[in-house]
C-alpha cells in the first residue's frame, strides 16, 4: 500500500465531496424548476419536446401512474433495441458487415441495457454495429440513466410533499434528466475523453502488421490442431469518446470494446482514468444533496452520504490492502513495489493504472451500479474479488447507480428506520412521517426481490452440471464465485463481470436477462409505492423527541442496517465463496 | 380488583399465574393459534419436520440401516425446537395471566342483583340486574348495589365505588353536573338514588373492563401489525438464505443433514422478539391497568407514545385545587386586622372555594374566629356569577367583597372611587399571576385580597423532562390571559389557552393535529366530550359523565389529571421495549453465523474453523448451543418484556445512543458469550 495510492484515493474522495453540493443544488433547481443557467438554451428545447409528444408538463401523476409510464417508455424502447439488434445487418452504419445478434443475446442484451445493467455477454467490437453501439446502445446509456434519476426524484418528492396524491410528471422528470442533466455533461466530457486520446470515428476496422509475428495453435472444427502464423492484428474503431462519458456519468458500464475501460481507446491515460471514477459517483452523490434539500434537511443528506463514504472506504481500502498485498502462494513473480512496478497481484490489471487505481475503480464501479471496469475482478485475489461482490450484495447503495443508488439506500434508511426507531418511545417516523405497515412491506418486497433473484437462481445453476456449471472456468469456490457474481451483477443492476464464465449460452442470456429486470423494475415498484404513500401524508414537526436522522449515530445506524441485511443474507454463500477460497489459498490450495 | 396492588408485585412469582402459563403455553401449540405468529409457526414447523426426521432415523435404525452416527443430537435438536415454540407461548400466557387473574375478581363484582324498576305508570317492579334494558329507570337505596351503568337522575348518594377502582374512600354522586355517572357493581352507602340506565345487558362498563383485562379483544396495533410484516419479511430472505444453502453445499461437495439446516433457519429468523411481541404488548397495556387506567385499544397505548402536545387542565393538574387566599394587603390607613375581618365577614356567604378560603386564612392568621352573626338578624348576600360579589347586610353596613370591576362599578354607584394605591395593588396582583379580590365597607375599599393558585410541587421539572422528550405541555384555563401567563411562567408549561371555551378547546386540537401532532388530554365533563374524541389521546375521568368517558380512548379509574404524563411514558416505554428487542432480536444472528457456519463445513474443509471464533468444540455441540441459546434467551428476557426496558425521560438522540448502545451492540456480542458458556456446559454433560 504505497504512499502514492493512499494519496490518489484520498484526492478522489476529496474531489466527490467538492462537487457533492454544486450538482446537488443543480438538480434540485432542475427538478423543482428553479433557474438553472442553462433555462435560456433548453427550455425552447424542453417545449419543443413537450409539444412534439403532447406532454401536458404541468400535469402531476400518481405513483401508479409514474411506475405505468416509467414501465411503459422502458419496454417500448426496450423493443426498439431488440430490434435494432436483431436487423443490424440491414441497417447502415456496419461497415464491419456484422451479422444480427442471435434472439437470446439480443433479449439478454436489450434487457442489460434497458435497465442500466450494461451486462455484455458478448465482444461488442464483434458483434455490434456501429448503429446498434450509437442508436441502440449508446440512446440506452442515456435512457436508462435518465429513468434512474426521475424515479429517485419522485421518491424524494413523496417523502418531501405533504398530503399530496402525485409524485410528479415522469414524462418531464425524464425528459429533464437528459435535457439538463446527461447531455451538457457528456457533450463536455467526451471532448475531454477526445483530448485524451480516446477514439471517435466511424472508420472500418484498421489492420496493423506485426512486426514479430507469431506462432498459435487452434483446434479446428474436425477436431484437428493447426498451427497457424499471426502476422496482422485487427485494430477496432469507432464513436468510442460519445459513448465512454454516459457509460461512467450514467453508471451504465458497458464498454464500446470487450477490454471496457482496460482498453487504452476507451481509458488511454491517468487523468482519463480519474475522470471516469469521479464521473460514476459524480450524479449519485449529488442527489444525496439533493435529498437533503428537497426534504428540507440538508444535514440527512450529508448523513447519508456519509454513511455512503464510510461503507466505500471500506471497501476501497480492502482492496487496496489485499491486491498490493499480493499473492502468498510462491508464484516465482517479484511482487514488491518498486520505481518499476507497481507489485503485488499485477495479474489482470493494467499496468498503466497499477494497484490503487484498479482497486479504486473495481471498488467504485461495484458501488456504483456502473459495471465499467479497468481490470479484471475475476483475476483479483480472493479476498480484493470479494468486496467488489459484497458491494453488489448489499444492494448497490454505496452511492449506487444514478438515481436507483439513492432509492435503494432510502428503502435502508427506511428499515434502519423502522427497527431502531421505535427505540425513542415513538412510532417509527423517517422527516415527520410515520412509518406505517404498508410502508414496511413494500420495502421488505423490494428487498426480497433482491434476495430471490440473487440467491435462488444461482442456487439452480450450481447443482446443473449441464447449463450450469458447465459455463465455469474454474472448479471448487471460485467457480462457485464466477457464478453468484453473474447473478449478483445482473440483479443489481451492475453489469460488470468476473469474467471467466461463458454466459453468452441460453441458459445464462435468460435466467440473467430475467436477473436483471427483477433486479430493476420488480424491485423499484414497491419503492414507488413507498414514495406515493409517504406523499400522502401529514409532516409532523421536528422536535427534539423525533427520531434523529442527521447525527453520526444516524450514519452508523445506517451503515450497520446496510451491512447486517448483507451479512444476514449471503453470508453463508459468501463462506463457501471467496471465503473459503481465501482460506484454501492461506493454506496452499488454489483453482 | 381490590387485590390490585398485591397483583403489581405478583408476577413470575406467582405459583397460580405460573402454572395457568405452562399449561397454556401448551395448549398455544394448536396451528390454529400459532399460524398467528409467523415466525414462532416456523419454528413449530421446523420441529415438526426434525421430529419426523427423528422418528424417520428411528425406523431406518431398528431396520438396521440407519445412519452410523448417534440419534443423540437429532433428538436433542427436535426438543429444543420444542422448546423455543413452548418458551414462546410461555411468554405470551404469562402476560395474560395477570389479566386473567384480575378479570376474575371483577366476574365476581358483575353476579346478578335485583333491581327496583320505576315503571312509567310509577310502579316499582322486581327485576334482575342481567335484564335491564336502556333508558330503564331504577331506584337504588343504601346498601343495595347499583345494578347497571347509568347516570343519576334525581338525589345525592355516597357510593362505594372499591370494585372498580380499588380506591376504599366513597365517593359522591348526584343528578346534573359532571358527577352524575354511575358504574354497575359498584354499592349506595347512603341515600337514595334514581338511575337512569345507559347500557344494554353485556355491553356494560364492567363488561368491557373485564374483556380488556382479559385480553379477549385484543387486536394488534398498527405499530405491531408494520413490526410482524417486518419479522415476516426477514423470517422470508433467512428461508431462501438457509434453501439456497443446501444446493451450494452440494456444488461444494458438503451436504448438509436436515438437523443442521433447520437449527440454523431457528437461529437466524427473528424468534427473540416474534416470541415476546404479543407479551410485549399485553404487559404494555396491563401496566396501564395497574395505574388504573383502561385504555380502550392498543392503539391509543401507542399513540400515547406518538403524542406531541399535551393539554393539562390548569385546576388540579399543574395547580392545586382551586385559588386560596394567601395575603390581605389593606388600602392606605387601614389596619390589616380589621381588613381581614371584614373579608371574613363578606365571604361567609360565598360557599366557592376561593370564598372558603378566605375565612380560612383570616382564622389561621388573625385567630378571627366566625362571629355569631344571627343575634344581628344579618342579610347574606351570597356569590353569583352573575354579580361576582358576595357580602353581608349588617346593623346597616353594607360589607362586600369582589371581582376589582364589580366592586369598582359597585362603588362609582355610590359615588366613590377606588384610590390609586388600591389600583396599584390590584395590577400588581394581577401581573403576578394572582387574582386581585376587593373589599369594601360601606363604599370605602379597604384593601385587597390576594388569591393565589399553587403550583404543584415536582410539575416544572416534570414539564422540564417532557420539553426534553419532545412533548409540548399546553396549559388550559378559564382564567383572564394576564393571570395564565403568569401561571404558565411559574409552572413551566410551553403554552395557554387562556378564558379557554370547550369550542376553542377543540379548535386548538384540530389546529395542532393540522400541523401532523398528536395531541393528548383529559376530561370529564359532558362539554369535553367532543374534544376527547377528537384528541389522538383523550383520558375521561371516571368521575365523568357518561358522555366523556364514551368519548375518550382511555378512562382513568382515579380520576387524577396529572396521570396523563404517566400514560404518555407507559406508552413510549412499550414502543421502547419492541424496538430493543427487536434490535438485540437481529443483533444476535451475527453470532449465530459465527457458531454454526464453521461447523457446517468443519468435515469438508477444516480450513473454515478460522470462522470458529468462538472455538466452539464440535461441529454438533456448536449447532446445538447456538439453539440451546437461541430458545433460553427467550426465557431470560421474558421479565423484561413484561416489565418493559428502563424509561428515561430524555432527548430521541440520547435514547437511541443508550439503547442502540445496550441492545444493539449488546445484541452482538452477548450470544457470542452465551453460546460459548453453552457449549462449555454441553461438551462437559457429554451431550454433545
Redesign the interface.
Known amino acids: 500500500m504505497t504512499a502514492n495510492g493512499w494519496f490518489q484515493i484520498a484526492v478522489f474522495l476529496l474531489v466527490i465531496l467538492a462537487i457533492t453540493k454544486p450538482l446537488g443544488v443543480f438538480m434540485t433547481n432542475v427538478f423543482t424548476r428553479k433557474k438553472t443557467f442553462l433555462d435560456t438554451v433548453l427550455r425552447p428545447l424542453e417545449r419543443l419536446v413537450y409539444r412534439l409528444t403532447g406532454v401536458d408538463e404541468t400535469r402531476e401523476m400518481s405513483w401508479i401512474e409514474y411506475g405505468a409510464a416509467m414501465l411503459l417508455f422502458s419496454l417500448v424502447s426496450m423493443l426498439l433495441l431488440y430490434l435494432i439488434e436483431r436487423t443490424q445487418q440491414w441497417l447502415p452504419f456496419n461497415p464491419q458487415k456484422l451479422g444480427a445478434v442471435a434472439q437470446d443475446l439480443a433479449f439478454n442484451t436489450a434487457a442489460s441495457f434497458t435497465t442500466n445493467t450494461n451486462w455484455q455477454a458478448y465482444t461488442p467490437e464483434t458483434t455490434m454495429s456501429y448503429l446498434t453501439q450509437m442508436a441502440g446502445l449508446a440512446y440506452h446509456n442515456f435512457a436508462s440513466a435518465a429513468v434512474g434519476i426521475a424515479l429517485a426524484i419522485a421518491v424524494i418528492r413523496g417523502i418531501s410533499s405533504r398530503e399530496m396524491k402525485t409524485i410528479g410528471n415522469f414524462w418531464v422528470d425524464v425528459t429533464r434528466s437528459f435535457l439538463w442533466v446527461l447531455l451538457p455533461a457528456c457533450l463536455l466530457v467526451s471532448l475531454v475523453f477526445v483530448s485524451q486520446g480516446v477514439v471517435q470515428n466511424l472508420r472500418p476496422y484498421d489492420t496493423a502488421q506485426l512486426i514479430n509475428p507469431y506462432q498459435t495453435q487452434a483446434t479446428g472444427a474436425d477436431g484437428k490442431t493447426t498451427t497457424q502464423t499471426v502476422a496482422q492484428q485487427t485494430i477496432a474503431q469507432g464513436p468510442v469518446a460519445s459513448q465512454e462519458a454516459i457509460k461512467e456519468l450514467g453508471t451504465n458500464g458497458g464498454g464500446f470494446f470487450n477490454a471496457n475501460s482496460a482498453h487504452p481507446f476507451e481509458n488511454p491515460t491517468p487523468f482519463s482514468n480519474f475522470l471516469q471514477v469521479v464521473l460514476i459517483f459524480a450524479i449519485p452523490s449529488g442527489l444525496t444533496y439533493t435529498l437533503g434539500r428537497m426534504t428540507g434537511s440538508p444535514k440527512h443528506g450529508w448523513a447519508v452520504w456519509s454513511a455512503m463514504t464510510v461503507l466505500f472506504l471500506a471497501g476501497v481500502l480492502t482492496v487496496f490492502w489485499a491486491e498490493a498485498r499480493g499473492n502468498p502462494l510462491p508464484a516465482g513473480v517479484d511482487q514488491t513495489p518498486s520505481s518499476l512496478q507497481a507489485g503485488g497481484n499485477m495479474e489482470g490489471k493494467e499496468v498503466r493504472f497499477g494497484i490503487a487505481n484498479s482497486a479504486l475503480f473495481a471498488t467504485v464501479t461495484t458501488d456504483a451500479s456502473c459495471g465499467a471496469v479497468n481490470g479484471m475482478h475475476d483475476s483479483f485475489t480472493p479476498l480484493g474479488g470479494m468486496v467488489p461482490l459484497v458491494n453488489i450484495m448489499l444492494g448497490e447503495v454505496v452511492f449506487g447507480g444514478v438515481g436507483s443508488g439513492l432509492y435503494g439506500m432510502l428503502v435502508f434508511v427506511i428499515?434502519a428506520v423502522?427497527?431502531?426507531?421505535?427505540?425513542?418511545?415513538?412510532?417509527?417516523e423517517y422527516l415527520?412521517k410515520k412509518?406505517?405497515?404498508f410502508?414496511?412491506?413494500m420495502a421488505?418486497?423490494s428487498?426480497?426481490v433482491f434476495?430471490?433473484a440473487t440467491?435462488?437462481l444461482?442456487?439452480?445453476a450450481?447443482?446443473s452440471p449441464r447449463f450450469g456449471?458447465s459455463s465455469i472456468s474454474n472448479p471448487?469456490?471460485h467457480g462457485?464465485s464466477q457464478i453468484l457474481y453473474a447473478y449478483v451483477s445482473a440483479t443489481g443492476n451492475n453489469g460488470s463481470a468476473f469474467n471467466g464464465i461463458n454466459s453468452n449460452t441460453f441458459w445464462y442470456n435468460t435466467t440473467l436477462a430475467i436477473s436483471m429486470l427483477m433486479g430493476r423494475f420488480l424491485a423499484v415498484i414497491p419503492i414507488l409505492a413507498i414514495a406515493g404513500n409517504l406523499a400522502r401524508k401529514?409532516?409532523?414537526?421536528p422536535?427534539?423527541?423525533?427520531?434523529?436522522v442527521t447525527?453520526p449515530?444516524f450514519t452508523m445506524?445506517l451503515v450497520?442496517t446496510v451491512v447486517?441485511v448483507g451479512?444476514?443474507?449471503?453470508?453463508?454463500?459468501l463462506?463457501?465463496g471467496p471465503?473459503?477460497e481465501q482460506?484454501?489459498m492461506?493454506?496452499g490450495r488454489s483453482f | 380488583m381490590a387485590a390490585q396492588s398485591k397483583a403489581k408485585t405478583a408476577s413470575l412469582s406467582d405459583p397460580s399465574i405460573v402454572g395457568r402459563a405452562v399449561l397454556d403455553s401448551f395448549r398455544k401449540l394448536s396451528p390454529r393459534l400459532m399460524a398467528k405468529n409467523p415466525v414462532m409457526f416456523v419454528v413449530e414447523i421446523g420441529a415438526v419436520i426434525t421430529t419426523a426426521e427423528l422418528a424417520h432415523d428411528f425406523w431406518d435404525r431398528s431396520r438396521g440401516i440407519g445412519p452410523a452416527t448417534g440419534i443423540g443430537f437429532g433428538l436433542q435438536i427436535s426438543l429444543w425446537l420444542w422448546f423455543t415454540v413452548l418458551f414462546a407461548n410461555f411468554a405470551e400466557a404469562m402476560a395474560e395471566g395477570r389479566g386473567k387473574a384480575q378479570a376474575d375478581t371483577l366476574r365476581k363484582a358483575r353476579s346478578e342483583t335485583t333491581a327496583h324498576v320505576i315503571r312509567a305508570n310509577g310502579a316499582i317492579e322486581e327485576v334482575s340486574s342481567s335484564k335491564l334494558r336502556l333508558n330503564d329507570i331504577v331506584v337504588v337505596s343504601a346498601g343495595e348495589f347499583i345494578p347497571g351503568d347509568g347516570d343519576v337522575i334525581e338525589g345525592v348518594a355516597s357510593v362505594d365505588e372499591s370494585a372498580i377502582t380499588g380506591e376504599s374512600a366513597p365517593v359522591i354522586r348526584e343528578s346534573g353536573g359532571d358527577r352524575s355517572a354511575v358504574t354497575g357493581g359498584t354499592r349506595v352507602l347512603s341515600d337514595q338514588i334514581k338511575i337512569c340506565i345507559k347500557s344494554n345487558p353485556g355491553e356494560t362498563f364492567l363488561d368491557r373492563m373485564i374483556k380488556l383485562v382479559e385480553g379477549a379483544s385484543r387486536q394488534k396495533t398498527?405499530?405491531e401489525?408494520?413490526?410482524n410484516?417486518?419479522l415476516?419479511?426477514?423470517t422470508?430472505?433467512?428461508l431462501?438464505?438457509?434453501?439456497?444453502?443446501?444446493?451450494?453445499?452440494?456444488?461444494?461437495g458438503?451436504p448438509q443433514t436436515l438437523f443442521v439446516l433447520v437449527s440454523?433457519l431457528v437461529c437466524?429468523i427473528p424468534t427473540t422478539i416474534g416470541g415476546l411481541l404479543s407479551a410485549i404488548g399485553i404487559a404494555g397495556m396491563d401496566r396501564l391497568i395497574q395505574r388504573n387506567v383502561l385504555a380502550m385499544s392498543g392503539r391509543a397505548v401507542?399513540a400515547a407514545?406518538?403524542v406531541?402536545t399535551l393539554l393539562l387542565d390548569k385546576t388540579g393538574t399543574i395547580t392545586l385545587g382551586n385559588r386560596q387566599a394567601t395575603v390581605f394587603t389593606p388600602a392606605p390607613g387601614v389596619d390589616e386586622k380589621h381588613l381581614a375581618l371584614t373579608a371574613q365577614l363578606a365571604s361567609l356567604a360565598d360557599e366557592t372555594p376561593e370564598g372558603r378560603s378566605i375565612v380560612v386564612l383570616a382564622k389561621e392568621r388573625y385567630g378571627l374566629r366566625g362571629i355569631e352573626l344571627s343575634a344581628q338578624s344579618p342579610l347574606f348576600i351570597p356569590f353569583s356569577a352573575h354579580t361576582r360579589m358576595s357580602g353581608v347586610d349588617l346593623d346597616g353596613e353594607e360589607i362586600r367583597k369582589g371581582a376589582p370591576d364589580a366592586i369598582k362599578r359597585y362603588i362609582q354607584e355610590r359615588g366613590n372611587k377606588i384610590s390609586s394605591e388600591v389600583e396599584e395593588i390590584v395590577k400588581s396582583i394581577a401581573n403576578s399571576g394572582g387574582t386581585p379580590l376587593l373589599v369594601a365597607r360601606n363604599r370605602i375599599v379597604l384593601g385587597v385580597i390576594h388569591l393565589e393558585d399553587i403550583v404543584k410541587g415536582g410539575m416544572k421539572e416534570r414539564f422540564e423532562h417532557l420539553?426534553?422528550?419532545?412533548?409540548?405541555t399546553m396549559m388550559i384555563t378559564g382564567d383572564n390571559p394576564l393571570t395564565a401567563a403568569a401561571i404558565a411562567k411559574q409552572a413551566g408549561v410551553d403554552g395557554f389557552l387562556a378564558e379557554a371555551k370547550p369550542e376553542e378547546k377543540m379548535a386548538l386540537i384540530k389546529s395542532e393535529q393540522a400541523?401532523?401532532?398528536?395531541v393528548a388530554m383529559t376530561g370529564d365533563g359532558t362539554n369535553d366530550a367532543p374534544a376527547l374524541a377528537q384528541a389522538d389521546v383523550g383520558v375521561a375521568m371516571n368521575t365523568g359523565t357518561q358522555a366523556a368517558k364514551e368519548a375518550g380512548n382511555m378512562i382513568d379509574l382515579d380520576s387524577n389529571p396529572t396521570k396523563l404524563i404517566e400514560i404518555v411514558e407507559i406508552?413510549?416505554?412499550l414502543?421502547?421495549t419492541?424496538?430493543?428487542l427487536?434490535?438485540f432480536s437481529?443483533?444476535n444472528?451475527?453470532a449465530k453465523?459465527f457458531a454454526i457456519?464453521?461447523a457446517m463445513?468443519a468435515a469438508a474443509?477444516p480450513?473454515?474453523g478460522?470462522?470458529n471464533v468462538m472455538r466452539l468444540h464440535t461441529p454438533q455441540s456448536a449447532v446445538l448451543s447456538a439453539v440451546i441459546f437461541n430458545a433460553l434467551i427467550i426465557v431470560a428476557l421474558i421479565p423484561l418484556a413484561l416489565r418493559g426496558v428502563r424509561?428515561r425521560a430524555a432527548?430521541?438522540?440520547a435514547?437511541?445512543?443508550r439503547?442502540?448502545l445496550i441492545?444493539?451492540l449488546g445484541g452482538i456480542v452477548s450470544p457470542f458469550v452465551g453460546i460459548k458458556i453453552i457449549d462449555i456446559l454441553i461438551t462437559s454433560l457429554h451431550w454433545a
Open positions: 428499515l423502522f427497527i431502531a426507531g421505535l427505540m425513542v418511545g415513538r412510532t417509527p415527520g412509518i406505517e405497515a410502508d414496511v412491506k421488505m418486497l428487498v426480497l434476495s430471490l440467491l435462488a444461482p442456487a439452480i450450481a447443482v456449471t471448487g469456490a462457485l401529514k409532516i409532523s414537526p422536535s427534539l423527541g423525533a427520531f434523529p447525527t449515530l445506524l450497520s447486517v451479512a444476514l443474507t449471503f453470508f453463508p454463500v463462506s463457501l471465503i473459503l482460506v484454501l492461506t493454506a | 398498527p405499530n401489525i408494520a413490526l410484516i417486518l415476516a419479511g426477514l422470508i430472505i433467512f431462501l438464505a438457509v434453501v439456497t444453502l443446501e444446493p451450494f453445499a452440494i456444488y461444494s458438503a440454523l437466524l401507542e407514545g406518538d406531541d420539553r426534553a422528550m419532545g412533548i409540548r400541523k401532523g401532532k398528536l406508552g413510549k416505554q414502543l421502547i419492541r424496538g430493543a427487536t434490535t437481529v443483533a444472528d451475527v453465523y457456519i464453521p463445513f474443509f480450513q473454515l478460522v470462522l424509561y432527548g430521541a438522540e435514547l437511541l445512543r439503547n442502540l441492545y444493539g
